[in-house]
Antibody, heavy 122, light 109 residues
Framework: QVQLVQSGAEVKKPGASVKVSCKASGYTFTSYDINWVRQATGQGLEWMGWMNPNSGNTGYAQKFQGRVTMTRNTSISTAYMELSSLRSEDTAVYYC???????????????WGQGTLVTVSS | QSVLTQPPSASGTPGQRVTISCSGSSSNIGSNTVNWYQQLPGTAPKLLIY???QRPSGVPDRFSGSKSGTSASLAISGLQSEDEADYYC??????????FGGGTKLTVL
């Protein structure tokens, strides 16, 4: 079965960077884009961007342009999301997620990692 | 300040039918399909409905979705206590990137 297993919780100081990993299993890693979505405590879901694990191509939400970098290591089926210049407002649970493909077309974000809590505090 | 607009809360009693609305614009719901997610406390979102009204395998048929114009709705019939959760709508925007609603907290009274 499809599984996305993320790295553990992080505590960072303002101005620092954080790198979250997402290890995929149960499918061919290079066949599906990986999306990153975050959720601040008590808040809604916010899409950050996508990465194509096959090509390495990325697309970032305008809000995060210049601060986020999404990469991958295909040999270990793992995607990474690095966010720099952290501020308190970046405190959130960060999710990696994969699409649900129906008859060859991606219909929705269908599979989610368990989430990684990133706390930014001085 | 979510792109899609949902009521912050909804409630119902066991066995009742409840609906949750989601309002967008011509650049998202109006031109693309809508998905719905259920999020239980402390867990990741779970896909409930895709392509406006399709259920992934394993999702009970008590959950149904519909779309009209720039709005969509999620209906839950035969409400159960385990349905108490946050519900999010989502749609693709014109760049085919996902946008989300702010979420609706469903309370089963």
């Amino acid at each position: 079965q499809v599984q996305l297993v993320q790295s553990g919780a992080e505590v960072k100081k303002p101005g620092a960077s954080v790198k979250v990993s997402c290890k995929a299993s149960g499918y061919t890693f290079t066949s599906y884009d990986i999306n990153w979505v975050r959720q601040a405590t008590g808040q809604g879901l916010e899409w950050m961007g996508w990465m194509n694990p096959n090509s390495g191509n990325t697309g970032y939400a305008q809000k995060f342009q210049g601060r986020v970098t999404m990469t991958r290591n295909t040999s270990i089926s793992t995607a990474y999301m690095e966010l720099s210049s952290l501020r308190s407002e970046d405190t959130a649970v960060y999710y990696c997620a994969r699409g649900l493909r129906v008859r060859g077309v991606i219909k929705a974000i269908g599979y989610w990692g368990q989430g990684t809590l990133v706390t930014v505090s001085s | 300040q979510s792109v899609l607009t949902q009521p912050p809360s909804a409630s119902g009693t066991p066995g009742q039918r409840v609906t949750i609305s989601c309002s967008g614009s011509s650049s998202n719901i109006g031109s693309n399909t809508v998905n719905w997610y259920q999020q239980l406390p402390g867990t990741a979102p779970k896909l409930l409905i895709y392509s406006n009204n399709q259920r992934p395998s394993g999702v009970p048929d008590r959950f149904s979705g519909s779309k009209s114009g720039t709005s969509a709705s999620l209906a839950i019939s035969g409400l159960q206590s385990e349905d108490e959760a946050d519900y999010y709508c989502a749609a693709w925007d014109d760049s085919l990137n996902p946008v989300f609603g702010g979420g609706t907290k469903l309370t089963v009274l």
